[in-house]
């Protein structure tokens, strides 16, 4: 790991390339400053950690495909438990997703109809009844949980951390929805950051969260606490007037003071509560990994304030319209994971100091969970 650089280090960043280039060719590609091991142990590490991999309301009396870093699993509701296997049957192989689940909460593969209990044991091949209870063969089954609306999945047996907290969701304060999910081609790391990125709401969300005029950062603390990283504002943040108007924050017209809180459960959730005085309007949102450079995108969103009734217009239209200013621009970063060398980047100091915390604590946990 190199030595975070200051911004007077980077004057000429040429210098630290082996082959300068020439005056006037443009750099677009630098993929191949990411070596693949260590692309590798980026994205191996996510299997360690809990990740939603749909919402609760999706899931019907049917069983249902989902994939977690590149592993296709079926999730279903077997006698009232969510239970979460491979996504094949140890039979032919065919996708149990397509299955059912009978009323004895059994999952029945579509192709021969074989059986399986919520342990993820065979229990009957209808071809050869007689062998019921002999069989071995047996689907892979992973931790899941339900809790806050959404089927939260583990691909190793020993979480590395808990389920991340949003104790929003269970105060009847407050009102929720949830977002629809969207799939976004770019590592989750780098969506992660995007969304506590303080830096960018100038220019990619100007008259929406931030004002071109005004690019400052505001000033802000940065903290670790065990496995959370905290970012506070120090001061209210201006937000326009059509903040306003759109997300309805307050009954206030015009400018919005907001002080925003972020908790950062490491690796990839991020609760952000964002207070106008004693309205508190909270997302919840976690990046979930289907590959190396693909996310699907879960936001729920809360508040204190304001009617239930309209809590659904204000707030998904909302996000899908800020998400929208956000994705072709994260897509389009380069190299696609976030760099192992930190040097690798440059760091503004007061601006970018989440960004230098997060990107620490993700090489630690690296280190820690595939240790060279
Ligand atoms: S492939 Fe599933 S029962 Fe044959
Ligand atoms: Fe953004």
Sequence with gaps: MGTPPTIDQHADRSTRSPAPLAKNQIEISRENELDVEAERRLYGIFRHFWHPVMYSAELTDRPARAVLCG????????????????????????????????????????YHGWRYAGDGNCTLAPQRPDLAGQLRARVKKYAAVERYGMVWVCLEDEPYLPIPEFPQFDDPAYDKVFLPVSEWDCSPPRRTENYTDLSHFAF??????GDRTRPGVPEHRVWREDHVIRMLLDKPMAEPRDAAKNRSMAAADGQLDIIKNYHVFM??????????????????????PIGPKRVRNFTIGARNYGSADTIHDEIVG??????????PIVESQRP?????????????????????????????????????
């Design 318 to 327: 909302w996000n899908e319209l800020v998400y929208g200013q956000d994705k």
């Design 267 to 288: 690796p990839l959730t991020v609760l952000l509560d964002s207070a106008n005085g004693d309205n508190h309007y909270c997302l919840f949102f976690h990046p979930t």
């Design 71 to 110: 592993q296709a699993l079926v999730v279903a509701r077997m006698a009232g438990q969510i239970s979460v296997f491979n996504d094949l049957c140890a039979h032919r192989g065919a996708a149990l997703s397509l299955g059912e689940v009978l009323p004895t909460g059994e999952l029945q593969c579509a």
């Design 204 to 209: 990619v969300h100007d008259g929406f969260l």
């Design 336 to 372: 696609e994971e976030l760099p192992e060398d930190l040097s690798m980047e440059m760091y503004v100091r007061d601006v970018d100091t989440f960004s230098l915390t997060y990107r620490r604590f993700l090489l630690e946990l690296i280190d820690r969970l595939d240790p060279r």
